[in-house]
């Protein structure tokens, strides 16, 4: 894949706070409202903040030997968690205390997805998934993979659950036993995406390749060439472009017509194009046109494709991996982890 370097004409991220939290920080959201946000570090602890100003409103006990994964109900102040003890549970952010504690189905629950009407959410624990209420009652849990499932995503207008495991993607409806459909390929797909109009599935893999699905197709197109394996994946929202991860760049490629396989990426990069540092994460905004990248080398980056890939802001954290990169709902606000517990938020101009 050729690389070209991009020019930074003006400084448009500006970091407005920053706090110190206990360990690497592991997961980030934001309250539907904006006004809230919540971090999960490796160890444990969720921290409740105000968005505004940074200050901590909660410390969450989160979960013995370590949190996994943080996520806003939609449209509530409810916060679900998972973590390293074999559990689910559900937060009143308000008071700070946990109202439902749920079995997750092995000793880790890794992955945590609402769907964004909000009345139910899935979890993941080693090759088990759950469906439950926003109650934290247990609707399905779906017969069990032949190896863990490696990430969820809910598919956007329907109530179909996707999960990512050795051996394609299988698609799950709450309603059935079975799954309803599955994308077979002989991988380990590491990151599922769905395209916000419905209309595509991407996943990125272990052997440094993305397959790419219409979703009433029964063979994936593929892009290949990525100096790593693919874990960062993003589409923007008008579902005609996907940014991927794997390796030092992230590429934006056109998936309009008849998709991205043979067409040549936009790369975007560092200012002078030599950066080696891995991408950790990329992240469209809601509804803009800009890319927010995090990097192994602490840098934090955000692009605007449409302007010749510009680079529009650039941060360092110091004190480790950038990580979590998370746009607020009015697209204005960054907020980003790192590997030495720093949590930080950008206002992006």
């Known amino acids: 894949m050729a690389t070209q370097p991009r020019v930074k004409t003006e400084?448009?991220?500006?970091?407005?706070?920053?706090?110190?939290?206990?360990?690497?920080?592991?997961?980030?959201?934001?309250?539907?409202?904006?006004?809230?946000?919540a971090a999960a570090v490796v160890s444990g602890p969720i921290v409740i903040a105000d968005a505004v100003t940074g200050r901590i409103l909660h410390t969450l006990h989160g979960h013995g030997f370590g949190t996994t994964a943080v996520g806003w109900q939609p449209g509530t102040d409810v916060l679900a968690s998972t973590g390293q003890d074999?559990?689910?549970?559900?937060?009143n952010t308000t008071?700070?205390?946990?109202?439902?504690?749920?079995?997750?189905?092995?000793?880790?629950?890794?992955?945590?997805?609402?769907?964004?009407?909000?009345?139910?959410?899935?979890?993941?624990?080693g090759k088990s998934v759950r469906v439950w209420t926003a109650d934290g009652d247990m609707v399905r849990e779906f017969k069990e993979h032949p190896a863990s499932v490696l990430d969820l995503a809910w598919k956007p207008g329907t109530s179909l659950l996707g999960a990512a495991t050795y051996g394609g993607i299988f698609v799950y409806d709450p309603t059935l036993d079975e799954s309803a459909r599955k994308y077979d390929w002989k991988g380990s797909p590491l990151v599922l995406v769905w395209s916000p109009d419905g209309r595509l599935l991407a996943h990125g893999n272990q052997d440094s390749t993305v397959h790419f699905w219409f979703a009433d197709a029964d063979?994936?197109?593929?892009?290949?060439?990525?100096?790593t394996k693919v874990r960062e994946l993003s589409f923007d929202s008008t579902s005609r472009y996907l940014a991927t991860g794997g390796g030092a760049a992230a590429c934006v490629w056109d998936?309009?017509?008849?998709?991205?396989?043979?067409?040549?990426?936009?790369?975007?990069?560092d200012e002078v194009g030599e950066s080696e540092a891995s991408l950790t994460a990329c992240r469209w905004q809601h509804r803009g046109f800009r890319i927010a990248?995090?990097?192994?080398?602490?840098?934090?980056?955000?692009?605007?494709?449409?302007?010749?890939?510009?680079?529009?802001?650039?941060?360092?954290?110091?004190?480790g991996e950038a990580v979590h990169p998370s746009w607020s709902p009015d697209d204005r606000r960054l907020l980003v982890g790192s590997g030495g517990g720093t949590l930080a938020m950008f206002k992006v101009g």
Not at 86 to 91: I, Q
Not at 222 to 227: A, I, V, Y
Request: charged share 20%; aromatic share 8%.
């Open 86 to 91: 074999g559990k689910a549970k559900l937060w």
């Open 293 to 319: 990248g995090t990097f192994a080398d602490g840098a934090v980056r955000v692009w605007q494709p449409a302007a010749k890939g510009k680079l529009i802001g650039e941060d360092t954290f110091t004190d």
């Open 219 to 227: 063979t994936p197109l593929q892009m290949h060439g990525f100096p």
């Open 255 to 269: 998936c309009g017509g008849p998709g991205p396989e043979g067409r040549k990426p936009q790369m975007l990069m």
């Open 11 to 37: 400084q448009l991220l500006k970091r407005s706070w920053s706090i110190e939290l206990t360990d690497h920080v592991i997961s980030t959201a934001w309250i539907a409202s904006g006004d809230k946000i």
């Open 95 to 125: 008071t700070g205390e946990c109202s439902r504690e749920l079995v997750g189905g092995a000793a880790w629950v890794e992955l945590l997805a609402w769907h964004p009407a909000g009345k139910l959410f899935a979890t993941a624990a």
